[in-house]
């Protein structure tokens, strides 16, 4: 995933700041006082990806800039060649909102195709079938939030296991493996009866 622009309205200290362009940016340093805002930028690709905040305990309406009641993130990225882009928005209150848009650019009409499905966890499943990855494996592999160096290494066994077999792709094997042994059930009963027509 390569990231193209980030847009921040009302996220944590960000009110309302200029587009963030990362077109022709290979390497970034993020640099300045604590507090000053760095972190965020990270947390704000993060949720709207995947909608939790960085450290996984924070309420949606945590993030909101202090005295805003609504606030927006949009994210676009480059994968394989295509460009695509989610929305995340969210509104306080009692009875608070939320929304999950996720579009895909068309290149023949230069405009955004809806990639949505009807609610926010199918859509959200189909970021995570995209990305390949989803918040936890992301999170234990490729983000290291401050004062959470020993994320993975405080997991237990199993759940060290999980992180690593999400990362390697070995669910695909499972189901290479799953075939392999139906293949090899339904040969052997083709040698059976093939032995019996002998016999």
Known sequence: MIPITLE???FLPYKNPALLDFRGIHVACLAGDNGAGKSALLEAIVWALWGRARDGKRSDDELIHLGE???RVAF???????RYQVIRQRKSGKRGQSLLEFQVYVEDTESWRRLSEAGIRQTQLKIDELLCIDYDTFMNSAFIA???ADEFTVKSAGERKAVLASILGLEQ???FEHSAR???VALTEDVRVLEREIA
């Open 8 to 10: 921040l309205t009302n």
């Open 69 to 71: 009641s609504e606030m």
């Open 76 to 82: 676009t990225f480059e994968l394989s060649g295509q």
């Open 146 to 148: 401050q004062g959470r």
């Open 173 to 175: 094997w499972e189901l």
């Open 182 to 184: 139906d293949r090899a």
